[in-house]
């Protein structure tokens, strides 16, 4: 059975930084694309970030570029996102997904085969 568990998620003063983690278990992700969402309250899930498991190549949303990092860690299977330079409007719950496609464009629409319970990040101002 897969299970993505995400954690590291907190409160944060702004500017801080955190880096949350997505450990994945019950098959070979190799041939999936992993994503960070994020939803804040009263909102709509929102993309952030993606990387393609095999070769490590990466998406960002605009909010997050230059500020947050995609990586996974083969041996621990593993999914992480670094967070810099938070500001309040990156409140929300952040969920993992994993995608059986090669295409960043599917992963975009939210579209995924497996999802995290996600997990809390404030942050004040």
């Known amino acids: 059975q897969v299970q993505l568990v995400e954690s590291g998620g907190g409160l944060v003063q702004a500017g801080g930084s955190l880096r949350l983690s997505c450990a994945a278990s019950?098959?070979?992700?190799?041939?999936?694309?992993m994503g960070w969402f994020r939803q804040a309250p009263g909102k709509e899930r929102e993309f952030v970030a993606a990387?393609?498991?095999?070769?490590?190549?990466?998406y960002y949303a605009d909010s997050a570029k230059g500020r947050f990092t995609i990586s996974r860690d083969n041996a621990k299977n593993t999914v992480y996102l670094q967070m810099n330079s938070l500001k309040p409007e990156d409140t929300g719950v952040y969920y993992c997904?994993?995608?059986?496609?090669?295409?960043?464009?599917?992963?975009?629409?939210?579209?995924?085969?497996?999802w995290g319970q996600g997990t809390q990040v404030t942050v004040s101002s």
């Open positions: 997904a994993a995608a059986t496609t090669r295409h960043f464009g599917v992963v975009l629409t939210g579209t995924a085969d497996y």
């Open positions: 019950g098959r070979t992700f190799s041939g999936y694309i």
């Open positions: 990387i393609r498991w095999s070769c490590g190549s990466t």
